[in-house]
């Protein structure tokens, strides 16, 4: 059973910058994209930026690029998702999760991704 924890989330002031992890365990996830989503109150979830299994490939939602950054660290399990220049549209419930595996593209659809994490908010500040 894979599990996901989200950490990094809080309260930020506008343009500053927030560094959320995701730690795994149950499984090795060197083999597999791995994504990050958002979810606004009243509003549904939606995708943030994605990596390839090996991390050669990115892609990110037109709202975060230029400002975030997602990584990979295999040999920890981890994935992390740097934010600059946060802007209170930003403020959300952001979640880690498992995507294909061995998967040439980058997946956005959340109907691609099987495992997720609790969440951690992120809440900015005007």
């Known amino acids: 059973q894979v599990q996901l924890v989200e950490s990094g989330g809080g309260l930020v002031q506008a343009g500053r910058s927030l560094r959320l992890s995701c730690a795994a365990s149950?499984?090795?996830?060197?083999?597999?994209?791995m994504g990050w989503f958002r979810q606004a109150p009243v509003k549904a979830r939606e995708f943030v930026a994605t990596?390839?299994?090996?991390?050669?490939?990115?892609y990110y939602a037109d709202s975060v690029k230029g400002r975030f950054t997602i990584s990979r660290d295999n040999a920890k399990n981890t994935v992390s998702l740097q934010m600059n220049s946060l802007k209170p549209e930003d403020t959300a419930v952001y979640y880690c999760?498992?995507?294909?595996?061995?998967?040439?593209?980058?997946?956005?659809?959340?109907?691609?991704?099987?495992?997720w994490g609790p969440g951690t908010q992120v809440t900015v500040s005007s």
């Open positions: 999760a498992v995507g294909p595996l061995y998967v040439l593209g980058t997946p956005t659809r959340l109907g691609e991704y099987d495992y």
């Open positions: 149950g499984r090795t996830l060197s083999s597999y994209a």
């Open positions: 990596i390839g299994w090996r991390g050669l490939s990115t």
